[in-house]
């Protein structure tokens, strides 16, 4: 079945720099690749999404970039500011379209 | 427009017993999924309704069940607990078409804790 694998585990970055989490699907039929941001105490937040007739996406300072060759999609995010410390976590569809599949997710820690 | 709403925001069970979560979708979608996020496991799909209709069941036994109500809205039942199900349980809705394809928004979860 459909197996997506997210590195790195941590990212510690100086605000102001820019972070890249990636991650790699199994699934060559996937064609929808969402982005979570959660908080403390809160529930995943759909921050940006990408599908597969697309190569990269980007609003304000978060993109995402998808190579369907290699399998495999990340996450850019530039000026990193202390309110962007959170888990990140990818996703993408099985093959039947009935589930989505969680990376294990990304701990992003901005200092100021 | 108000988001995925889910109660009790914590629930506290002992062993043995059952528990029932609740989750109101986005005004307009017509889809739930349920979710379970267990410490060190990431996010697991447990199960999605759509329609009132069961649609796809994730890897978990039978004593996970749900249903969900003419409202769209969905109930969460866990028979026999155990301690191992002491995790978040986080519930998202979608529009109905095009199943996992659609971009799906969480509420902040229910977190259930069997002593």
């Known amino acids: 079945g459909e197996n997506v694998e997210q590195h790195p585990s941590t990212l510690s970055v100086q605000e102001g720099d820019s972070a890249v989490i990636k991650c790699t699907y199994s699934?060559?039929?996937?064609?929808?690749f969402p982005w979570y941001k959660q908080e403390l105490g809160k529930g995943p937040q759909l921050i940006i999404d990408i599908r597969s007739n697309v190569g990269e996406k980007k609003d304000q300072r978060i993109a995402v970039t998808l190579n369907k060759t290699a399998k495999h999609f990340s996450l850019h995010i530039t000026e990193t500011q202390p309110e962007d410390s959170a888990v990140y976590f990818c996703?993408?569809?099985?093959?039947?379209?009935?589930?989505?599949?969680f990376g294990k997710g990304t701990t992003l820690s901005v200092s100021s | 427009e108000a988001g995925v709403t889910q109660s009790p925001t914590h629930l506290i069970k002992t062993r043995g017993q059952q528990a029932t979560l609740r989750c109101s979708p986005i005004?307009?979608?017509?889809?739930v999924y349920w979710y379970q996020q267990a410490l060190g496991l990431g996010l697991q799909f447990l199960l999605w309704y759509d329609e009132g209709e069961e649609r796809n069941r994730g890897n978990f036994p039978p004593r996970f069940s749900g249903r969900q109500f003419p409202n769209y809205s969905s109930e969460l039942n866990v028979n026999a607990l155990e301690l191992e199900d002491s995790a978040l349980y986080l519930c998202a809705s979608s529009w109905g078409t095009g199943g996992s394809n659609q971009p799906q928004h969480f509420g902040d979860g229910t977190r259930l804790s069997i002593l």
């Open positions: 699934d060559s039929a996937s064609n929808y």
């Open positions: 005004s307009g979608h017509t889809s």
């Open positions: 996703a993408g569809v099985n093959q039947a379209g009935t589930a989505l599949i």
